[in-house]
Antibody, heavy 126, light 107 residues
Framework: QITLKESGPTLVRPTETLTLTCTFS??????????VGWIRQPPGQALEWLAI???????RYSPSLESRLTITKDTSKNQVVLTVTNVDPVDTATYFC??????????????????WGQGALVTVSS | DIQMAQSPSSLSASVGDRVTITCRTG??????LNWYQQKPGKAPKLLIY???KLQSGVPSRFRASGSGTDFSLTISSLQPEDFATYYC?????????FGQGTKLEIK
């Protein structure tokens, strides 16, 4: 049974660094094809893909936020950490972490995000 | 980034209606298109992967099709639990961008 859970501060001051931790169980981030991604959703708005780290330690970032994001993994602790530097009130959002796999259904391989954490609301305010 | 244009942004319908949501991408993505359902305060739920393949446990009233740059999700015979927000997502590029969402409301 795959589960993920986000943790971190609920309130961050502008210009500070936000650090979020995703603690997962039921899979290994050493397994071929597996990744953990971060997605955020400002209140009442759409989902925004932020970053992903793969089993082989490859990382990909949203180009619009790349200079402010860092994603790392600790496979021994089953954790993935996302840092966002120099936060602004527009970074106020629910932050989700999610499991990515390259699903094979007999006809082909499909990258899917199939398990999500419950989300963590982060407010940026002075 | 691959741009995603989802429409309509909102839709009112009644139980039993058939509705269709469309998603257009800025470049061809083959069949690497997924659909999610999100209810208020909850994480998104995967409904469809690979353009038209039903995720395990998803009712057959959800159907999807498309290829290249044009995709659609159809819900036949809406049920009360289907009123939610729906998102398309491409997994062709390494930045798995989402559409802007379609909020499906009860008329």
């Amino acid at each position: 049974q795959i589960t993920l859970k986000e943790s971190g501060p609920t309130l961050v001051r502008p210009t500070e660094t936000l650090t979020l931790t995703c603690t997962f169980s039921g899979f290994s981030l050493n397994t071929y094809g597996v990744g953990v991604g971060w997605i955020r959703q400002p209140p009442g708005q759409a989902l925004e893909w932020l970053a992903i780290i793969y089993w082989d330690s490859n990382k990909r970032y949203s180009p619009s936020l790349e200079s402010r994001l860092t994603i790392t993994k600790d496979t021994s602790k089953n954790q993935v950490v996302l840092t966002v530097t120099n936060v602004d009130p527009v970074d106020t959002a629910t932050y989700f972490c999610a499991h990515r796999t390259n699903f094979y259904d007999g006809s082909g391989h499909y990258p899917i995000i199939d398990y999500w954490g419950q989300g963590a609301l982060v407010t940026v305010s002075s | 980034d691959i741009q995603m244009a989802q429409s309509p942004s909102s839709l009112s319908a009644s139980v039993g209606d058939r509705v269709t949501i469309t998603c257009r991408t800025g470049q061809s993505i083959g069949n690497y298109l997924n659909w999610y359902q999100q209810k208020p305060g909850k994480a998104p739920k995967l409904l469809i992967y690979g353009t038209s393949k039903l995720q395990s446990g998803v009712p057959s009233r959800f159907r999807a099709s498309g290829s290249g740059t044009d995709f659609s999700l159809t819900i036949s015979s809406l049920q009360p639990e289907d009123f939610a927000t729906y998102y398309c997502q491409q997994t062709y590029s390494t930045l798995y961008s989402f559409g802007q969402g379609t909020k499906l409301e009860i008329k």
